[in-house]
């Protein structure tokens, strides 16, 4: 699909609209990776495999019990949400996993390209 602007120019829309994330959000996750960067290492979360997923939904959960009974605590509860999450986006797209049918449709629809 086609969009047209002023002037007559054309550019193919988009289906991922960036700008629409708000900025505080952007700047929570990126609090979250440099805390992560200091004490693990740069990208190190990019090295997880299936157990570290597992693990990051347990680190998701956790924020969010402590979220919903506390509020956006000392720990930053919020930015730790926000950033597991965008791992989990990650993963889905990286790691197909035993059970869940739908990621490894994905994944096969992905190898096909």
């Known amino acids: 699909m086609k969009r047209k602007f002023e002037g007559g ?8 609209r960036m700008e629409l994330i708000p900025g505080e959000a952007l700047r ?10 200091e004490k ?3 990208n190190n979360w990019r090295a997880g495999g299936e157990e570290f997923r597992k693990a990051t939904i347990g ?10 009974e506390r509020g956006n605590a000392k720990d930053a509860n919020t ?7 965008a791992f989990l986006c990650h993963f889905e797209d990286q790691l ?3 059970g869940a049918p739908a990621v490894e449709a994905k994944a096969a629809a992905r190898a096909k390209r």
């Open 96 to 98: 197909p996993f035993k």
């Open 28 to 37: 929570a996750l990126g609090r979250r990776l440099a805390l992560g960067a």
């Open 9 to 16: 120019a054309t550019r193919s829309a988009t289906k991922v």
């Open 59 to 68: 680190h998701l959960l956790a924020h969010l019990a402590d979220y919903v």
């Open 79 to 85: 930015d730790a949400i926000i950033c597991n999450a």
């Open 40 to 42: 693990h290492g740069e």
